[in-house]
């Protein structure tokens, strides 16, 4: 990707720094596109929280909330005066005003039928000044969001009836399941908790969600506690193990940062929680929109395009690049951005991948943002029949690690998105096997911890293979070995320490 070019508004206060803008790259993805949605005002009532998700009764949404009509936009927080890391621009502020009220004697328009109908878990659309720098990115081309290269999209007509068939072969359904309950964690409670003594430590929460306590700060990634990765409660693939905690007993928040806007990495009924605590919201460009329509606050939303960076405490966030798509509903996709997340503090670096595709950008990443003690790559969710382009295999995720380090193993790969949603045809711990194996080829420290399990990087690794007790097995039994599915490389993790 070419260096972004330097523009500077005149309005922009004197404590944030200017917007750069990356020059258009050539090969796009095709995506849809269509007219924007209308956003309802509030949608039905929240959904109440089930025990087993952590999550308290929804609050309704506040009265600030956005109500129909264009959303305003997020209104960027001031930056404090320590400066990004070199090269690297600021978001630009975004006005705050609200939408002018009708004129006297003029009704204000009514939402329709379908939107009062839609569920507000769907969020809405980027509108306004939103839309306005949605559409100045240089990711937006012809009405949509774009990868830099070509990808290829699920779901084409020719794909359908083999997927189909896969799926339902009884032999390969029962796999993508435990056999058994999951060995939880429960981690304890933030005031309970020593800070960590290494100034890092994380703590995988299942599939995305990783708490991460870096140079005594909080950042919760992608969080999710719903039961669902839904729009709706009562359909849609359905948690394999309980939340490890609820997740006010984990606060306080520093940082809540939100790779993109589907379903299993960002979740309504958490986001409302989480209007609660203090946390900044750190989201990709329009993401913001469906924030504001749950009643987070504004002026708490920091939305960024790729290489700009946002300021929280001693923490410098810093939006990059992937390969993927966004969209919450058959109308909206394309309107919001995806990224992946470099996270950095006076002491320690830390990188999130959201969703992607194995792409070159990863080598640029770390080139710029690097090196990183620890990254939290997707590996799980593949297909490589069917979705080669927006999900990484393991083998894939591996090497993307060894990318963000300049082709030298680096820091430790902690496996994300696996583990806790049924989202893909692979065995359910075909992704922990795989990465392991490979991470053995490739020289990569790994660190595989229960859902709840906490680590501290330099204080060491969990070692225990724990996934094997608990999966199916194959029919007609058998055995594989390291890094296949069914094989025993217990040995191999933590292993090494590259770096």
Not at 82 to 111: I, N
Not at 379 to 397: F, K, R
Not at 410 to 431: K, R, S, Y
Request: include cysteine.
């Amino acid at each position: 990707m070419s260096e972004p070019s330097s523009s500077t508004s005149s309005e922009q206060s004197s404590e944030q720094s200017s917007e750069q803008q990356p020059s258009t790259p050539p090969g796009q993805q095709s995506a849809p596109s269509g007219p924007p949605a209308a956003a309802p005002s509030a949608g039905p009532a929240p959904e109440p929280a089930s025990e087993s998700s952590g999550l308290p009764a929804a609050a309704p949404v506040p009265a600030s909330a956005p109500g129909p009509g264009p959303a305003p936009a997020a209104a960027l927080a001031d930056a404090p005066a320590a400066a990004p890391p070199s090269g690297t621009p600021t978001a630009p502020p975004a006005p705050a005003a609200r939408p002018a009220a009708p004129a006297a004697g003029v009704r204000a328009r009514r939402p329709s039928l379908l939107s009062r109908l839609r569920p507000a878990s769907f969020g809405a659309e980027p509108t306004g000044e939103r839309l306005a720098r949605v559409r100045r990115s240089p990711q937006f081309r012809d009405g949509a969001f774009r990868n830099e290269l070509p990808v290829g999209a699920a779901g084409s007509p020719r794909q359908i009836v083999p997927m189909i068939r896969d799926a339902l072969r009884r032999a390969d359904r029962v796999r993508r399941k435990p056999a058994r309950a999951l060995p939880i964690v429960r981690p304890p409670a933030a005031a309970a908790a020593e800070p960590p003594a290494s100034g890092l430590r994380l703590t995988w929460l299942g599939h995305a969600t990783v708490l991460a306590e870096i140079d005594g700060h909080r950042v919760l990634f992608d969080p999710v506690w719903g039961e669902r990765c839904s729009p709706f409660a009562f359909a849609g693939p359905k948690r394999l193990h309980p939340a490890p905690a609820p997740l006010a007993a984990l606060g306080p928040y520093d940082a809540v940062v939100i790779s993109h806007d589907h379903y299993d990495h960002l979740d309504m009924p958490t986001v409302r929680a989480l209007i609660a605590s203090d946390a900044v919201f750190a989201v990709p460009l329009g993401v913001g929109a469906h924030l504001e329509h749950w009643g987070v606050p504004a002026g708490r939303i920091r939305e960024l395009d790729w290489y700009e960076t946002t300021r929280v405490g001693g923490l410098t966030l810093t939006a990059t690049p992937g390969q993927h798509f966004c969209g919450r509903g058959l109308r909206n996709l394309g309107r919001t951005l995806w990224a992946s997340w470099a996270v950095a503090g006076p002491g320690h670096r830390i990188f999130h991948s959201g969703d992607t595709g194995y792409f070159p950008g990863f080598a640029e990443i770390g080139s710029r943002l690097g090196p990183f003690d620890a990254t939290m790559m997707q590996i799980g969710a593949y297909s490589e029949a069917y979705w080669p382009d927006i999900h990484m295999t393991p083998e894939e995720g591996v090497r993307a690690h060894v990318d963000l380090s300049g082709g030298t193993p680096h820091g430790v790969l902690l496996p994300i998105h696996w583990g806790t949603f049924n989202l893909a045809l692979h065995p359910w711990d075909e992704p922990a096997e795989r990465t392991v194996g490979e991470a053995r080829n490739a020289g990569v420290t790994v660190a595989v911890p229960r859902p709840g399990e906490s680590f501290e990087p330099d204080l060491g690794l969990p070692l225990d293979p724990w996934w094997q007790t608990v999966a199916a097995r194959p029919s007609g039994g058998g055995t594989r070995g390291p890094g296949e599915a069914g094989g025993t490389p217990g040995a191999t993790l933590g292993a090494r320490r590259g770096g």
